[in-house]
């Protein structure tokens, strides 16, 4: 079965800092592996995909995530946090090849201090 | 491009009592999510369609959970009797196909508390 785990459920950065949120996933087949925000009364938006073409996936705002098959870990990150990427970052798993259906992770909050 | 829409953004409802959640997906999108986010929980899909058909309702309680998409385009969730482990957030999300890697927008929700 698919499933993610997130490491953090509260991460605190300081503004102008490297953010790191872990996420771990188990997948019965190689997967695509998705990042989504959260802010506060939005929608979700899609931050970056993994669909196997690149391990290293740039996504919008200056985030990154890296697929590690070995570790199976889809850590997503950033070199200097922004006040505006405070918000609740989920990352995301399909759960079948042929459905639509996604399993999302717990979450993480990112506090961002000035 | 106009994004997912829903209505009411808020509800706030007693116990025993009904409500219903209206979505439109985005244009063109043949595929329509709904999911139920509890607070501090990430999203949890209830029910997905295809066109006007069912793909999976496997999580959907349907003692008292139901939902239509009845011309394939706005989909309306409805929940009878409502209870208290209820209360959350109800996203609706759209993707212009069902595979699994296809990337869903969502809209930004409607947050019921039933009381």
């Known amino acids: 079965a698919q499933s993610v785990t997130q490491l953090d459920s509260h991460v605190s950065v300081s503004e102008g800092t490297p953010v790191l949120l872990r996420c771990n996933y188990s997948s019965s087949y190689s997967p695509s592996l998705f990042w989504y925000v959260q802010h506060p009364n939005k929608g979700l938006q899609l931050l970056l995909k993994?669909?196997?073409?690149?391990?290293l996936v740039k996504g919008i705002n200056g985030f990154e995530a890296e697929f590690k098959k070995s570790e199976t870990s889809f850590h997503l990150t950033k070199p200097s946090a922004h006040m505006s990427d405070a918000a609740e970052y989920f990352c995301v798993v399909p759960g079948s090849s042929n459905t639509g259906k996604l399993i999302f992770g717990q979450g993480t909050t990112l506090q961002v201090k000035p | 491009e106009a994004g997912v829409a829903q209505s009411p953004r808020y509800k706030i409802i007693e116990k025993r009592q009904s409500v219903a959640f209206w979505c439109n997906p985005i244009?063109?999108?043949?595929?329509l999510y709904w999911y139920q986010q509890i607070l501090g929980q990430g999203p949890k899909l209830l029910i997905q369609?295809?066109?006007?058909?069912?793909?999976?309702d496997s999580q959907l309680p349907k003692d008292r959970f139901s939902a239509e998409r009845l011309k394939g385009v706005d989909s309306t969730l409805k929940i009878q009797p409502a209870k208290l482990e209820d209360s959350a957030v109800y996203l609706c999300?759209?993707?212009?196909?069902?595979?699994?890697?296809?990337?869903?927008?969502f809209g930004p929700g409607t947050r019921l508390t039933v009381l």
């Open positions: 999300a759209s993707s212009s196909t069902s595979g699994g890697g296809n990337e869903q927008f």
């Open positions: 369609f295809q066109n006007n058909g069912v793909v999976d």
């Open positions: 993994y669909t196997s073409a690149a391990t």
């Open positions: 244009s063109g999108h043949a595929t």
